[in-house]
């Protein structure tokens, strides 16, 4: 009766310590996967669309966009401030932002 509610805490604390071995390579591949995206230009902005189509059935596509439109890249301003994210960039002028937005932003607004 009560090995339901503890034999789950022992396993999610071996999944854990999995996870904690496993996990940092995923995360670098996936950093060198973002980083070749923005690094490849108008390849990349067509990449991340392609796979924003792709994951727009499950509804996946909301954790890509969150991630190209509010984190990647980083501009300072000439006042000192940073802006992180293709559409805060934009906004704060930067001529290289909007590649990430590129055709979604102007149906979205």
Same mark, same amino acid.
């Given at each position: 009766?009560?090995?339901?509610? =503890?034999?789950?805490?022992?396993?999610?604390?071996?999944?854990?310590?999995?996870?904690?071995?496993?996990?940092?390579?995923?995360?670098?591949?996936? @950093?060198?996967?973002?980083?070749? =995206?923005?690094?490849?230009?108008?390849?990349?902005?067509?990449?991340?669309?392609? =796979?924003?189509?792709?994951? %727009?059935?499950?509804?996946? @596509?909301?954790?890509?966009? /969150? %991630?190209?439109?509010?984190? %990647?890249?980083?501009? /300072? @301003?000439?006042?000192?401030?940073?802006? @992180?994210?293709?559409?805060?960039?934009?906004?704060?002028?930067?001529?290289?932002?909007?590649?990430?937005?590129?055709?979604?932003?102007? %149906?979205?607004?």
């Amino acid at each position: 009766k009560r090995f339901v509610p =503890i034999a789950p805490g022992f396993f999610c604390l071996v999944l854990a310590a999995i996870f904690g071995y496993v996990w940092p390579p995923v995360q670098h591949a996936i @950093h060198a996967g973002g980083e070749w =995206i923005v690094s490849a230009g108008a390849l990349g902005s067509g990449i991340f669309g392609f =796979i924003n189509r792709l994951l %727009i059935p499950t509804g996946l @596509h909301q954790v890509l966009n /969150t %991630i190209a439109w509010f984190q %990647i890249g980083e501009f /300072t @301003h000439a006042a000192g401030t940073v802006f @992180h994210g293709d559409i805060n960039r934009f906004y704060a002028g930067d001529g290289t932002a909007g590649m990430f937005m590129s055709g979604f932003f102007p %149906i979205m607004m």
